[in-house]
């Protein structure tokens, strides 16, 4: 047991990754009012000033800066912040407020279009590679596209996919981060791809391969959260 689980009322969710299991044994229902919450804080009020000026030249401009440099990636900027001295609670999307990513693993094409419409130009080793050796989730759609999608698509019969489409996610449960830790997720992480074996057939190929993956994320997302001087292990 993990001396932070002290306190907390025992589940299953002690022995394997269970945040349902945790929910339903530690929540506390409340039917009470407001009264209990307290007025904003100086430290909030002079971060929510300077986010609400930024916002505000965001409004103007359309855009304030686009990292165009790099592409996006959970470890792939340094810390950024609103107001350093008095945040609380840290972490944005880039290394500076409202600086947008750029996310050609969606596709190329709405990339390139977004950029050119607010006047940025996307590195050129970063087009030249993604245009030549790395497939896009939308290419890779196209690819899957029979004749018969694609007519249907033409004609209107579908929606199917935009052909700039540059969306594509997948939203991470971070409850489990705070429960656990990065450490032992990736303990059980490891544990699971121990137990994917069978025939290489593509399936298990894919799953080891996806499991894989999941492992490296979990270690970038501990190595981010350390640039902020947070250990989360």
Do not use: C
């Not at 050119?116 to 080793?125: H, V, W």
Request: net charge negative; aromatic share 10%.
């Amino acid at each position: 047991m993990f001396k932070q689980w002290e306190g907390f009322k025992s589940g299953t969710w002690q022995e394997g990754i269970d945040v349902r299991n945790f929910i339903q044994k530690n929540y506390k229902l409340y039917e009470g009012d407001a009264s209990f919450l307290e007025d904003k804080t100086e430290k909030t009020s002079k971060v929510w000033a300077k986010a609400y000026d930024l916002i505000v030249e965001e409004v103007k401009k359309g855009i304030i800066d686009v990292a165009t440099d790099r592409v996006s990636g959970i470890d792939n900027y340094e810390p950024g912040y609103i107001d350093r001295e008095n945040e609380v609670i840290v972490g944005l999307q880039t290394d500076a407020p409202l600086k947008r990513i750029v996310n050609p693993f969606g596709g190329m094409r709405m990339v390139q279009s977004s950029l050119k419409e607010y006047g940025f130009e996307l590195d050129s080793d970063i087009e030249k590679h993604f245009s030549k050796y790395r497939k896009t989730h939308n290419e890779g759609v196209f690819d899957a596209y029979t004749k018969e999608i694609r007519a249907a698509r033409s004609a209107g019969l579908l929606t199917g996919l935009p052909d700039a489409y540059g969306r594509g996610r997948i939203i991470g449960d971070y409850r489990r981060v705070a429960l656990y830790g990065i450490d032992y997720l990736i303990e059980e992480k490891k544990k699971d791809l121990d137990n994917l074996n069978g025939d290489m057939l593509d399936e298990l190929v894919r799953k080891r391969e996806e499991v894989s993956m999941q492992i490296r994320a979990l270690g970038e997302i501990k190595s981010m959260a350390a640039k902020y001087g947070i250990d989360i292990s």
